[in-house]
């Protein structure tokens, strides 16, 4: 069974510096998806960004980036000039068709609490 | 185009009794899962369904169970709730479920059981 782990319960950063959020994984797949979603006080699952196993370029999505590590099974998220509104619930996701005939069940880490301060 | 709706936003039960949660998909797409979220278990898997079959199912007991309509609606049903239901339950849509794609989720329905 897959297996996601955030061992970083929560982080706090100061408005416009860098924090890197920390993800491991288990798998016995080769060709596999990662997620990373936000969950802000208004309680709204947001994808922040998504990264494609086999391929070996991290994503980026503007201030968002991963440094993903295939080998180590892991998929950290780094958040460059941090924002009042990145403030929320952090939490990396991998879909697994759980025996079934789809990939429509996601596995979340236990999530990391994001702080931003001014 | 409308986002992924929950109804309602908030209820309160008591033990034993029986309760329906509603969600409407963003339009266009079949694929509707429900997610547990806890303070001490975090976000569970309860099911998926497409085109009004289940295709997947978590390790919930028989006492949740959910439906798809034609139009995508999806409800899931408590029943006999317990006082370890309590919880934010969400709801998310795709289009076809695939592992690359993007769930859109709910803002959820916040589940007191009393």
């Known amino acids: 069974a897959q297996t996601v782990t955030q061992s970083q319960p929560e982080m706090s950063v100061q408005e416009a510096e860098t924090v890197t959020l920390s993800c491991t994984y288990d798998t016995s797949e080769s060709n596999y998806y990662l997620f990373w979603y936000k969950q802000p006080p208004s309680r709204q699952m947001i994808l922040v960004i998504r990264?494609?196993?086999?391929?070996?370029q991290n994503a980026t999505e503007n201030r968002f980036s991963v440094n993903f590590q295939k080998a180590a099974k892991s998929f950290s998220l780094k958040i460059s000039d941090s924002q009042l509104g990145d403030t929320a619930m952090y939490f990396c996701?991998?879909?697994?068709?759980?025996?079934?005939?789809?990939?429509?069940?996601?596995?979340f880490g236990q999530g990391t609490i994001l702080t931003v301060h001014p | 185009k409308a986002g992924v709706t929950q109804t309602p936003r908030y209820l309160i039960k008591t033990r034993g009794q029986q309760v329906t949660l509603s969600c409407s998909p963003i339009?266009?797409?079949?694929?509707v899962s429900w997610y547990q979220q806890t303070p001490g278990q975090g976000l569970q898997f309860l099911f998926e369904y497409f085109s009004e079959t289940q295709r997947n199912k978590g390790n919930f007991p028989g006492r949740f169970s959910g439906r798809q309509f034609s139009n995508s609606r999806s409800e899931m049903n408590v029943s006999t709730l317990e006082l370890g239901d309590s919880a934010l339950y969400l709801c998310a849509s795709s289009f076809a479920g695939g592992r690359d794609e993007k769930l859109f989720f709910g803002s959820g329905t916040q589940l007191s059981v009393l």
């Open positions: 996701a991998f879909p697994s068709n759980a025996g079934g005939t789809s990939y429509g069940k996601l596995t």
């Open positions: 339009s266009g797409h079949r694929s």
């Open positions: 990264q494609e196993a086999y391929k070996q």
